[in-house]
Nanobody
Framework: QVQLVESGGGLVQAGGSLRLSCAAN????????MGWYRQAPGKQRELVAT???????NYGDSVKGRFTISRDNAKNTVYLQMNTLKPEDTDVYYC???????????????WGQGTQVTVSS
């Protein structure tokens, strides 16, 4: 089995910073793309940022220049450094990873359980 375990959410004032972490564990041969998405109640889940296993990153327009995604391949962990946070960044943030499973060699998509980020004005 494979699990994604997120941490680092919380409450912060506008202009502040938070760092999210997501660690993948289980029967992992290789992790391809890892990323972060966010979703508010009643809205579609939207891209925040993704990063490939060779470090190429991609960001949603609303977070460019403020958020930075990184990963530690040795720890199967992806991070999201969020700076200059705004009230409109308030959402549940989900980690996503495309993982090649040990044994089967097949690629599966996994999601974390979500972590709440709340930015007060």
């Amino acid at each position: 089995q494979v699990q994604l375990v997120e941490s680092g959410g919380g409450l912060v004032q506008a202009g502040g910073s938070l760092r999210l972490s997501c660690a993948a564990n289980g029967d992992i041969l290789r992790i391809n793309v890892m990323g972060w998405y966010r979703q508010a109640p009643g809205k579609q889940r939207e891209l925040v940022a993704t990063i490939t296993n060779d470090g190429r990153s991609n960001y949603g327009d609303s977070v460019k220049g403020r958020f930075t995604i990184s990963r530690d391949n040795a720890k199967n962990t992806v991070y999201l450094q969020m700076n200059t946070l705004k009230p409109e960044d308030t959402d549940v943030y989900y980690c996503k990873a495309k993982i090649v499973r040990l044994g089967t060699g097949f690629t599966y998509t996994y999601w974390g359980q979500g972590t709440q980020v709340t930015v007060s004005s």
